[in-house]
């Protein structure tokens, strides 16, 4: 069982940064392809970001790509997104997501394993 907790969400100026972390359990973290999505009121869960288990692929939103940027420590077991050029069509919960085989897909049914997300409110 693989275990997701987002932190680092919360309330933040147009054209400010955040950056959310997202601590996982288990000791193949290093394998997992992980991701980032979002879900704002009324709206169906969208990709942001996804990064392979050595962090040598990325891949990105055509509305995120050049504000935002995935990372992973494999050593603390966590990832990460640096979130810069905030805007308010940024707000939405965003939730982690482990993918237990690889590649760095976008589509949401591709990811095992979801965290409970957390909220990231930009206000204009």
């Known amino acids: 069982q693989v275990q997701l907790v987002e932190s680092g969400g919360g309330l933040v100026q147009a054209g400010g940064s955040l950056r959310l972390s997202c601590a996982t359990s288990?000791?193949?973290?290093?394998?997992?392809?992980m991701g980032w999505f979002r879900q704002a009121p009324g709206k169906e869960r969208e990709f942001v970001a996804a990064i392979s288990w050595s962090g040598g692929r990325t891949s990105y939103a055509d509305s995120v790509k050049g504000r935002f940027t995935i990372s992973r420590d494999n050593v603390k077991n966590t990832v990460y997104l640096q979130m810069n050029s905030l805007k308010s069509e940024d707000t939405a919960v965003y939730y982690c997501a482990a993918r237990l085989r690889g590649g760095v897909p976008q589509n949401i049914y591709e990811y095992d394993y979801w965290g409970q997300g957390t909220q990231v409110t930009v206000s204009s």
């Open positions: 288990g000791r193949t973290f290093s394998s997992y392809t």
